[in-house]
């Protein structure tokens, strides 16, 4: 495991959400910059789900470091972006980041979870 305070390499060539930063992967891209990246859940939880991503690789919020502030306040300027996009930021949404086993993590490069379209029930499970 990387600590925080060491680099990452731009991209893991394995990893799933690398390989879709690269274009390896299709995915139905929903908004991005130079350091982020929105696309939409391959099995969606809600009417709007999609995943904010940074483009370079990050196991998780966990293993980012002070170095990282910045990225992952791109990360969240992509969640309010690809909201507005998709026609939920009037209704709400809820962004989710899932760290590590207790909260049911699946692909380990860091992403937030934008859900709208529908009411969310809290707390959530
Ligand atoms: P988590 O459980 O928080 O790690 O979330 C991982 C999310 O990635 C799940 O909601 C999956 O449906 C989603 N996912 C997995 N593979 C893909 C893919 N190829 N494209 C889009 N979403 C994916
Ligand atoms: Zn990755």
């Known amino acids: 495991m990387t600590s925080p305070a060491s680099p990452e390499a731009p991209t893991t060539p394995k990893c799933l959400f690398c390989r879709i930063v690269a274009r390896e992967i299709p995915a139905t891209i929903v908004w991005e910059d130079e350091h982020a990246l929105a696309f939409k859940d391959l099995n969606p939880q809600a009417p709007v789900h999609c995943l904010v991503i940074p483009k370079r690789h990050l196991v998780g919020i966990h293993h980012a ?52 379209g529908r009411p969310l029930a809290w707390p959530p499970g």
Not at 73 to 95: D, I, K, P, Q
Request: proline residues 0%; aromatic residues 6%.
């Open 65 to 116: 470091g002070k170095d990282d502030v910045d990225l992952l306040g791109r990360v969240f300027h992509g969640a309010r972006e690809a909201a507005e996009l998709l026609g939920v930021s009037g209704t709400g949404y809820r962004l989710v980041v899932n760290q590590g086993e207790h909260a049911g993590q699946s692909v380990f490069h860091l992403h937030m979870h934008l859900l709208g």
